[in-house]
């Protein structure tokens, strides 16, 4: 069997590693809380073209699948983790007990091992092709990492709060929540209203707040994800489209 390595869904794929890989380098190494934020967008959009462009040029491939599995554990697990690794440290004094720091920083790295395990659940679930299984890891990523441009841009520091916040989002990406995807099967309002109200909403946030609004926009996408679940779980409906 003949394998094509460099076809241009695959070559985005690999940009998209490159962001985030530098994103990390970014964090760990220079500091820069603020690029490693753009770097991640830009892996997004890359991640989310490279499957688009592989249904338009009818070229989908099973490396493809596992490439894009393996960029996005880079640009959506541990690039995360190394913001989150910063902003911890960072949030500390000087004399903080070595147990508080080591033990926090070895919990900002729960947020990889956890993306690890939603990204392999999500390649062998054949119910995620409409919606979402738990927290598309994304999402979290850009959860996390604007909270680093949000520290550097206006001084915010959620501090000890991480703690908590860290465990929470790690069990929301391998929960059984269904969270609405936005794979449109057709453009009508029925079956999309939830879509389009977000759409609007997160739009609306955004053009007022500005990347203030990323980790807003992130909390109401669960929020509406996991109303939208319990009112089909109270229903007896299963999957939404």
């Not at 991480?162 to 009508?188: D, E, G, T, Y």
């Not at 997160?202 to 939208?228: E, K």
């Amino acid at each position: 069997m003949k394998i094509r390595l460099f076809t241009i869904p695959n070559l985005l794929t690999l940009a998209s590693l490159l962001c985030g890989s530098f994103a990390v380098v970014s964090a760990l190494v220079y500091g820069d809380l603020a690029l490693a934020f753009w770097l991640t967008i830009a892996a997004g959009v890359f991640d989310y073209s490279d499957g688009f462009v592989a249904r338009l040029l009818k070229c989908p491939s099973a490396i493809g699948v596992q490439l894009d599995s393996l960029s996005d554990m880079v640009s959506f697990g541990f690039a995360p983790s190394a913001v989150l690794f910063v902003l911890w440290n960072n949030s500390l004094p000087a004399d903080a007990e070595a147990w508080l720091r080591y033990g926090g920083s070895a919990l900002c790295f729960a947020v990889a091992a956890f993306s690890a395990l939603r990204l392999a659940k999500f390649n062998i679930d054949e119910t995620q092709h409409t919606e979402f299984c738990g927290l598309p890891t994304p999402a979290n990523a850009l959860f996390f990492i604007s909270l680093g441009w949000i520290k550097v841009k206006t001084g915010f520091d959620l501090g000890y709060w991480l703690l908590l916040l860290i465990p929470v989002m790690s069990w929301l990406l391998v929960s059984p929540v269904r969270m609405f995807a936005f794979k449109f099967q057709h453009f009508a309002w029925k079956g999309n209203g939830v879509r389009y109200v977000f759409i609007v909403s997160a739009a609306l946030l955004l053009a007022v707040l500005g990347v203030r609004a990323v980790p807003v926009v992130i909390v109401l996408y669960i929020a509406t994800s996991v109303v939208r679940w319990l009112s089909m779980k109270a229903k007896g409906c299963g999957q939404a489209g």
